[in-house]
């Protein structure tokens, strides 16, 4: 599946629409500010939790803490002749050069290479400072974007289970929180019945306190017949526009993920 971020896109305007109140770490009380700081001895629970689930070899000068990389340069495409530009993101260099070949470029002669991810901008470390947030070094946009979402969620470190699981699907920060990276998820299936199967793991975690991607494509059997009934597709229609996915409720797609999950082996 395509894994670009942007390419040959124009320029994303600033967001000037007023963004929502930042609360703190409750789970983890004050945490301390790191962009100055180059002592490794003073590490907090929520850096070291990142590190440990980071699937690529540190490069602080990359900023990297996500399991992607970004790629950047001008190749030639060979219908035209013409140097484009390219600015992506990828798993890593190999698959990003193999995917811009395959979209018709020539890379002889190209200086297409690996460039620092997009770096915090004023805005989100005047806030973060603003509410004592945990910044942590070299931080990037995505970083700052996950440790605000960390914060406003309340949210808690991501289990080693769900980072295997999502670290070949989805590009992502390893400052995202549990909840954010499952809801996430979610969305990144490929048609209704995989984001069920998905959401499926959501509500198996909620009942039984553990995922269960191994039984995934069973899962997607299962949401297959699951969704034959018109009002849980509506119900999980509705979820996925709203973002809610009513844990506990008596929203029909939970009660049909719940019973499903209480009966499997």
């Not at 690529?56 to 001008?74: A, C, L, M």
Request: glycine share 6%; proline share 4%.
């Amino acid at each position: 599946m395509s894994i670009f971020k942007k390419l040959f896109g124009k320029k994303k305007q600033p967001d000037t629409q007023k963004k929502p109140p930042l609360v703190r770490y409750n789970k983890y009380g004050q945490l301390p500010k790191m962009e100055d700081e180059t002592n490794p001895v003073q590490q907090t629970k929520l850096e070291s939790f990142a590190h440990k689930n980071s699937c690529n070899i540190t490069h602080p000068e990359y900023g990297d803490n996500t399991n992607y990389v970004r790629i950047s340069g001008k190749a030639r495409f060979k219908e035209t002749g013409r140097m484009r530009k390219i600015d992506m993101c990828s798993f890593n260099e190999n698959e990003a050069r193999n995917e811009i070949i395959q979209l018709g470029f020539d890379l002889n002669n190209s200086d297409i290479q690996r460039i620092p991810l997009e770096r915090i901008t004023d805005g989100q470390l005047q806030a973060m400072r603003k509410h004592n947030d945990y910044i942590p070094q070299n931080c990037s946009k995505a970083d700052a974007s996950a440790l605000i979402d960390y914060a406003i969620r309340n949210d808690r470190p991501a289990p080693r289970e769900l980072v295997d699981y999502a670290d070949a699907i989805i590009m992502y920060s390893h400052y995202t929180g549990e909840k954010a990276l499952s809801e996430w998820l979610i969305h990144t299936g490929k048609n209704d019945e995989e984001k069920y199967a998905h959401y499926i793991a959501y509500v198996r975690k909620y009942v039984k306190g553990y995922y269960g991607f191994s039984t995934h494509e069973k899962d997607v059997e299962a949401a297959r017949d699951i969704l034959t009934n018109k009002t849980t597709l509506h119900s999980f229609k509705i979820m996925l526009n709203d973002g809610s996915y009513g844990l506990g409720s008596r929203k029909s797609a939970f009660l049909s993920a719940k019973q499903y999950v209480s009966h499997d082996s």
